[in-house]
């Protein structure tokens, strides 16, 4: 093998190094990560409240500190308590965190609750394990990785109406609904706040829901009952559900149980997809570079 192969079979090693490194890189999370409702719980008191939410992607500590949440009054007309997730909190209570760049997996549980309820940050998730609740759940409250701003507890959950929510910035900001990743109203008269999740329902958006009495809800959330995301898909349906079983940092059974799992144990096609096909153009300039190593090489 000449000189000119032996460099032409190094650069080719050496890209080799640099192609895997963006493959490598391509798999970070860089959308933002999808959060959305997936169980209501409302209690004897707002210290037993409590709202569970379904990662749909992968998200970053740091991007879980810029999200908030809370719910709005009895009619929907109004943002009633704010909240924000604490990065620097969940990593001082839990020992699987370290840094604001950690990331919490798609099909993880964060249940964010009222002070009645223990905090839980016995976070260990593995796609060898998909089935243990506790490893993929994170139990959250006031001062254990939640930052209220009215009280020791982040919801007030009415029984005749009330709308959950979670965006990317404060509501009573300036932004009103505008910034809502998801969010799910039930309820006997509609406000702005209703009428906006009802409208993005209406246009096809699957992480919004509005549950009108009837054949959706029978028209009282009583104490300890729970309204349960039932969806089929990567959105919400709670249609029928109240009443369902209890399951604080579990899935809900059903097809919550299957769309749970399948994030837990299938990486993001965002992350994914990208590697395949850096590795596949690095394979063929490989193959090509020592195509031409060897014909060099014979003559």
Not at 175 to 183: M, N
Not at 242 to 256: C, L
Request: charged fraction near 15%.
């Amino acid at each position: 093998m000449n000189r000119q192969t032996d460099t032409r079979f190094y650069l080719s090693k050496r890209g080799m190094r640099a192609l895997a490194l963006v493959c490598a890189l391509s798999t970070v999370p860089s959308a933002f990560a999808g959060l959305i409702i997936n169980e209501m719980f409302r209690g004897n008191s707002t210290g037993d409240d409590y709202v569970e939410f379904l990662v749909t992607s992968d998200i970053t500590l740091q991007e879980l500190d810029g999200l908030w949440f809370g719910d709005s009054n009895f009619f929907t007309t109004a943002v009633n308590r704010e909240n924000t997730f604490n990065a620097a909190e969940i990593i001082t209570g839990s020992s699987f965190f370290s840094a604001t760049t950690d990331t919490i997996l798609a099909g993880s549980l964060i249940v964010a609750g009222g002070s009645n309820l223990a905090a839980d940050f016995n976070y260990s998730p593995s796609v060898a394990a998909t089935t243990d609740s506790d490893a993929w759940n994170l139990t959250l409250t006031s001062g254990s990785g939640i930052t209220t701003t009215a009280g020791a507890d982040p919801f007030d959950l009415g029984g005749f109406g009330d709308a959950v929510w979670v965006s990317e910035s404060r509501p009573t900001s300036g932004s009103g609904t505008d910034d809502f990743i998801s969010a799910v109203g039930y309820g006997w008269f509609q406000g702005a706040i209703g009428q906006e999740i009802e409208a993005r329902e209406l246009a096809g958006d699957e992480a919004f829901q509005v549950l009108n009495p009837g054949a959706e809800w029978d028209g009282v959330l009583n104490p300890n009952a729970s309204l349960s995301n039932q969806a089929a898909g990567g959105g919400v349906d709670f249609a029928g559900s109240e009443g369902a079983p209890v399951t604080a940092g579990a899935h809900n059974g059903g097809a919550n149980e299957d769309v749970t799992y399948d994030l837990r144990a299938v990486p993001e096609p965002s992350a994914i997809l990208p590697c395949i096909f850096i590795a596949a153009f690095g394979i063929f300039l490989y193959w090509q570079n020592r195509g031409d190593s060897l014909e060099e090489s014979t003559t």
